[in-house]
């Protein structure tokens, strides 16, 4: 400890001038940024609106350029006919019990025939066709023309 008090008495003069030169040079710094600052107020302060402006063109720009519709992607299951010849699953057809005329009556629907159109070309009477067309939904379980026709095409009671 004394050898550096002494090391610190002899070298008093040369810390003081190094501190005060210090605080010359960091005073001058900041009077030469003052100074590029007033000489200079005119641009910096365009330089500044410029940026502002910039950023709310930005932020603008992104607002506006967002999609205003959504995009959904519904992935479905569709059925591909085959191009081979066609076989009719007969265990189905034994286990849903259809008479042949509810297949024939199936058949015309899936060719996208009306039931009165189904009438004539079986020579049947409108009636006759859809008390056909009802038991055949019964013995399928489903509620539509278009659902018995999908769920043959997919038990391969029809091509």
């Known amino acids: 400890m004394p050898m550096a008090s002494n090391f610190l008495k002899g070298k008093k003069h040369i810390i003081i001038y190094g501190i005060s030169l210090a605080i010359l040079l960091v005073l001058l710094n900041w009077l030469k940024l003052r100074l590029v600052i007033i000489d200079h107020a005119f641009e910096v302060y365009n ?16 607002k506006l350029a967002k999609p205003k519709e959504k995009i959904v992607v519904i992935e479905k299951e569709v059925m591909v006919e085959k191009n081979v010849g066609f076989t009719m699953n007969e265990t189905e057809l ?18 996208g025939l009306s039931n009165q ?9 409108l009636s006759t066709v859809k008390t056909h067309a009802n038991n055949l939904f019964d013995k399928m ?19």
């Not at 502002?52 to 992104?62: E, H, K, N, P, S």
């Not at 379980?141 to 091509?159: C, S």
């Open 117 to 125: 159109e189904i009438a004539d070309r079986l020579f049947l009477s």
């Open 94 to 111: 034994n286990r849903l019990n259809l008479s042949k005329r509810e297949l024939e009556v199936l058949q015309l629907m899936a060719q």
């Open 141 to 159: 379980g489903v509620e539509r023309r278009t659902q018995a026709i999908n769920q043959a095409k997919q038990l391969g009671i029809i091509p």
């Open 47 to 62: 330089g500044a609106i410029a940026l502002i402006f910039t950023g709310i063109g930005i932020w603008v720009a992104l």
